[in-house]
């Protein structure tokens, strides 16, 4: 449910509200005086883009959902460079697309403070990988500040642009999922007016990163660095915030880990320091030599890589040699994998320091095992009404099931689930159309890529290029229900809304794909079944590339828009010719369809009365709303 | 003040981010420290969700430790029990009647059964014998909405008085968090889950 947007607008220092660590970011974008707002959807950063669209025109900030993070990234530095203020969000793999642009401008610099939001999914909540993003403020040299909670979500924000401006640098602000997606209180500070306009004063030394003009570009970078280190040395959020009154252990922490290493902690009984370090490149060499100094043992407790754990080592062996590190390297302490949790810090604490659990874990495993031998798993599915089964079930009947499906990131990566089961190959956006290509030519089976809209203009076109420009031989598939569904509906070329909540040109798929080229280049409907199934035979048939574009609304959108006009979708109904046969519910798995009692029946809170059921029942006993 | 931990377990589409803000909102009114934990994104989509909600001076952390729920509110029988390990002989266990059957069960992918709600209860027992049930769906459309039987379960907790939140202040933060229109269906949902627990003690 959206919070009331406009109260972020409030010009009111002092008030406390409560926040969701990304809305916390987006009052930040409000009180940083930020000019500019770009980004690609993608959990677990959306909220910030989709908060601040929501307040910018009345704030008078530009965002723009750009078509992808490099564009993002690239948009928003050439504001940056003019001196506007800016920020783009992204989640952590969102990174790896802008990565070419982030790596350089790093040599280029900014004039407007510039902040690079990248979300990181522990857990793989809603990701491909769980990769630590903070390894790119080594990489690209960039200052990365890490928060803890929405409160420092908001004042980072500002921190970073203050510390972008001063060294002329984009700040890294890295968050992750259990960080923005938290809520907790968050008091207001007062608000800066935006910065966006400015001008590019001609310096091709500085701006233009020729490779006469790169190599002294790097060594400022460096500069720079050593800079940013004094900085990192007195910033208000690398501090010692508990001293153990007998100086045998320390802790070293940062992001969400630090949470989880305080109640830890406090579970154990433990008497230590905890050293939190909030801006987390560069270290604060001195503040943290001291701290070794002043301790015999020193435990590291951070999730994902051993970031800190590897420069804490480094800098001891250098400073202080007899000091004792624990952390996660050759696996001793903690993993590597999955997001922390208190009681994975706690036992971990256990295990170095010889403390007695304070919690029985173990007989509440022992407990739980035997209860959960009843649990059924309960795996997101494709929500009724999708279009996605419909397309789904078209391609299934169009191939027996025989073609093999390259897939792509989005909501229909989930129909590799049972009954649909289409999908056999997934790694990052895009890529359904590169791969596609490769398992063409290595296999003699019929190729199928599945993309999504969105998808297909963040990184779908260049190889789709590359698949006309080579000759590749199999059938792209646009799955296009008119919105980025997974995120949160955000607009998309396709759409033609923009960011801003007005009309910009519409960009069409079917028209983007004959200019690459493509000759055979259908739209259908994908409920329109029999149709679309002769569509995806034919565009097999044909050489080279084809094209088929399967368009319907996305059913949330539709629910959505039915409810706010406080109507309801009239649903499918179940004849008496129904014999149980169960086909409905064998072919298309629609959480609508559910048995009671031995019988089919159709739960009408969740029916949007698609129809799909209706056409695959072999008797005819299902019947569309009037 | 001790922390208290709440925990929220259903499924996609109940409305658990929801009562989560609420809970949570109703807490800073209370000028109380609180942190919320939500899932976004592909669990949403009909799947099993989670959400904690802590309170208290010292809570950092969003999540819970195993063992340390003062309340678990279960929006689903079977959710409930799938986050029980949270639970401790302490702990009330407060959860709707209405079972919502995982779409795999129907397609027979793997020959199980789906468990009554007496033998989810039964489960529940192993870890407390606090346990309210309560036929949320019932009372969501007697008040003229089955969407809310999320706001249904918060008025039951209201009145437990397991919360350290004022039942007064719950209702403030529903009306600023629910759209306009559904202000008074909601408030009617609150009152009808608060009247029945009141009324079983």
Not at chain 1, 116 to 122: S, Y
Not at chain 1, 134 to 144: F, M
Not at chain 1, 419 to 426: E, Q, Y
Request: hydrophobic fraction near 40%.
């Amino acid at each position: 449910m959206p919070p009331k947007p406009e109260t972020l607008l409030q010009d009111k220092a002092g008030k406390q509200v409560l926040l969701l660590g990304n809305e916390a970011i987006a009052r930040g974008v409000i009180e940083a005086g930020i000019g500019i707002v770009t980004t690609y959807p993608g959990t677990p950063a959306s909220e910030i883009g989709d908060t601040v669209s929501k307040l910018a025109s009345k704030a008078g900030i530009y965002m723009e959902y750009s078509v992808n993070e490099k564009v993002a990234v690239e948009v928003a530095a050439g504001a940056a460079v003019c001196g506007a203020r800016a920020l783009t969000a992204m989640k952590h793999v969102g990174l790896n697309v802008a990565a070419d642009a982030v790596m350089t401008l790093a040599y280029i610099g900014v004039r407007g403070g510039y902040v690079i939001v990248t979300a990181d999914d522990p857990e793989c909540y809603s990701s491909q990988n769980e990769q630590d993003n903070r390894l790119y403020a080594l990489l690209s040299n960039l200052p990365c500040l890490e928060p803890s909670n929405p409160q420092e979500c908001k004042d980072m924000v500002r921190y970073a642009v203050q510390i972008s401006e001063k060294l002329e640098l984009p700040v890294l602000l890295r968050t992750v999922t259990r960080v923005s997606h938290t809520r907790g209180p968050v008091i207001y500070g007062s608000i800066d007016k935006p910065r966006l306009k400015g001008m590019l004063k001609r310096d091709v030394q500085r701006f233009v990163a020729v490779p006469r003009h790169a190599r002294p570009m790097h060594d400022r970078l460096l500069e720079k660095v050593e800079r940013a280190k004094e900085i990192s040395e007195s910033s208000p959020y690398n501090r010692v915030v508990r001293k153990a009154d007998n100086g045998k252990i320390g802790i070293i922490s940062s992001s969400a880990a630090y949470n989880y290493a305080v109640e830890a902690t406090e579970l154990l009984g433990l008497n230590v320091s905890l050293l939190k370090l909030g801006m987390s490149h560069p270290l604060p060499e001195g503040i943290i030599t001291q701290f070794l100094e002043e301790h015999e043992k020193i435990i590291v407790v951070e999730e994902l890589e051993p970031y800190l754990e590897v420069q804490v080592k480094a800098l001891a062996k250098d400073c202080v040699p007899k000091v004792e590190i624990y952390g996660k390297m050759r696996g001793q302490y903690f993993l590597r994998s999955s997001e922390f949790s208190t009681r994975i810090v706690v036992e971990g604490l256990a295990k170095i320091t010889g403390l007695k659990l304070p919690i029985d874990f173990i007989s509440i495993e022992q407990k739980y095992e035997e209860v959960s031998q009843t649990l059924i798993r309960r795996s997101p599915v494709l929500c009724a009404g999708c279009p996605h089964r419909a397309s789904f079930y078209v391609l299934k009947r169009a191939t027996n099931g025989k073609a093999l499906f390259p897939t792509d990131i989005g909501c229909y990566a989930l129909g590799i689930a049972p009954p649909l089961s289409v999908g056999d190959l997934l790694i990052c956006m895009g890529a359904s159309i590169g791969t596609a290509g490769g398992v063409s030519k290595a296999t003699e089976v019929d190729t199928i890529a599945i993309v999504g809209d969105s998808t297909f203009f963040h990184a779908g076109i260049p190889a789709l290029v590359n698949a006309v420009y080579n000759n590749h031989k199999f059938t792209l598939v646009v799955v296009d229900n008119l919105t980025t569904a997974m995120t949160g509906n955000q607009p998309h070329p396709g759409t033609g809304k923009t960011g801003m909540g007005t009309h910009g040109k519409r960009v069409v798929i079917e028209e983007v794909a004959r200019g690459c080229g493509v000759r055979f280049v259908k739209v259908i409907n994908p409920f329109e079944v029999e149709e679309a199934i002769r569509a995806v035979k034919e565009a097999l048939r044909t050489s080279g590339v084809s094209v088929v574009v399967f368009r319907a609304p996305c059913a949330l959108l539709l629910v959505r828009e039915k409810r706010r006009l406080g109507e309801r979708l009239e649903s499918c109904w179940i004849t008496e010719a129904c014999n149980n046969c169960m086909a409905c519910i064998k072919l298309l798995g629609c959480p609508a369809l559910v048995i009671k009692n031995g019988n089919v029946t159709i739960n009408e809170a969740l029916c949007t009365g698609c129809g799909l059921c209706a056409h695959v029942c072999p008797y005819k006993a299902i019947r569309l709303p009037e | 003040m001790k922390s208290f931990n709440l925990l929220l377990a259903g499924v996609g589409g109940q409305g658990i981010l929801l009562a989560a803000e609420i809970l949570g909102t109703a807490a800073v009114y209370e000028g109380l420290n609180v942190r919320v934990s939500e899932v976004h994104g592909a669990a949403q989509r009909g799947g099993a969700v989670v959400s904690n909600i802590r309170i208290g001076k010292n809570v950092l952390a969003p999540t819970m430790v195993e063992g340390t729920a003062d309340v678990i509110l279960g929006l689903e029988p079977l959710e409930t029990l799938r986050n029980v390990k949270f639970a401790s002989e302490k702990t009330l266990v407060l959860m709707n009647s209405e079972v919502i059957t995982p779409t795999g069960i129907f397609l027979k992918i793997r020959e199980v059964n789906l468990p009554s709600l007496e033998t989810i209860i039964r489960n529940i027992r192993f870890f407390t014998d606090r346990i309210i049930v309560v036929d949320a769906l019932e009372l969501a459309r007697k008040a003229g909405n089955v969407l809310t039987q999320n706001i249904v379960l918060i008025g039951a907790l209201a009145a437990t008085e397991e919360l350290p939140i004022k039942t007064g202040t719950l209702e403030g933060a529903i009306k600023e968090l629910v759209p306009t229109n559904y202000i008074e269906v909601n408030l009617r949902a609150f009152n009808l889950g608060y009247d029945y627990v009141k009324s079983m003690r």
